[in-house]
C-alpha cells in the first residue's frame, strides 16, 4: 500500500466536536465546478502543543460524485491527517489516496 497526496481541505467546527458540513448539501465545489460529496470518520484525540492543546486528526475519507470527471473516486478510499486548533479555525486536513500495491 502507498499513498499519494490528493487535496488539501480546510473546514470550521460547528462547536469542539461536531465539524460544519463541508460545502453545502450538495457538496464541496471543485475549482472547475464539479459537486463532489466527502463523508469523514477516523479520530482527533487532542494533545499538548506548545501552552495550547490542539486536536491530531487521523480519519479516513471517502469521496462520491456524479459528476464523470470525479466518479473515480466512488471506489477510492482516502486517508486524511489534520489539525484542528479550536483557537485558531479553520482546521487543515491533508487528504491521501490509499493504493493497494497487492494488485
Known sequence: MHLDKLCSLEFRYLDAHFPKPYGDESGISTTDG?????????????????????????????FESDDERYAW?????CIAEGIHDP?????HTEVYLCTNDLM
Open 34 to 62: 464539479a459537486k463532489v460529496l466527502v463523508s469523514f470518520t477516523g479520530r482527533t484525540v487532542f494533545v499538548p502543543r506548545g501552552n495550547e492543546t490542539v486536536g491530531r486528526q487521523l480519519l479516513m475519507a471517502l
Open 87 to 91: 483557537q485558531n479555525p479553520p482546521s
Open 73 to 77: 473516486l466512488n471506489s477510492e478510499v
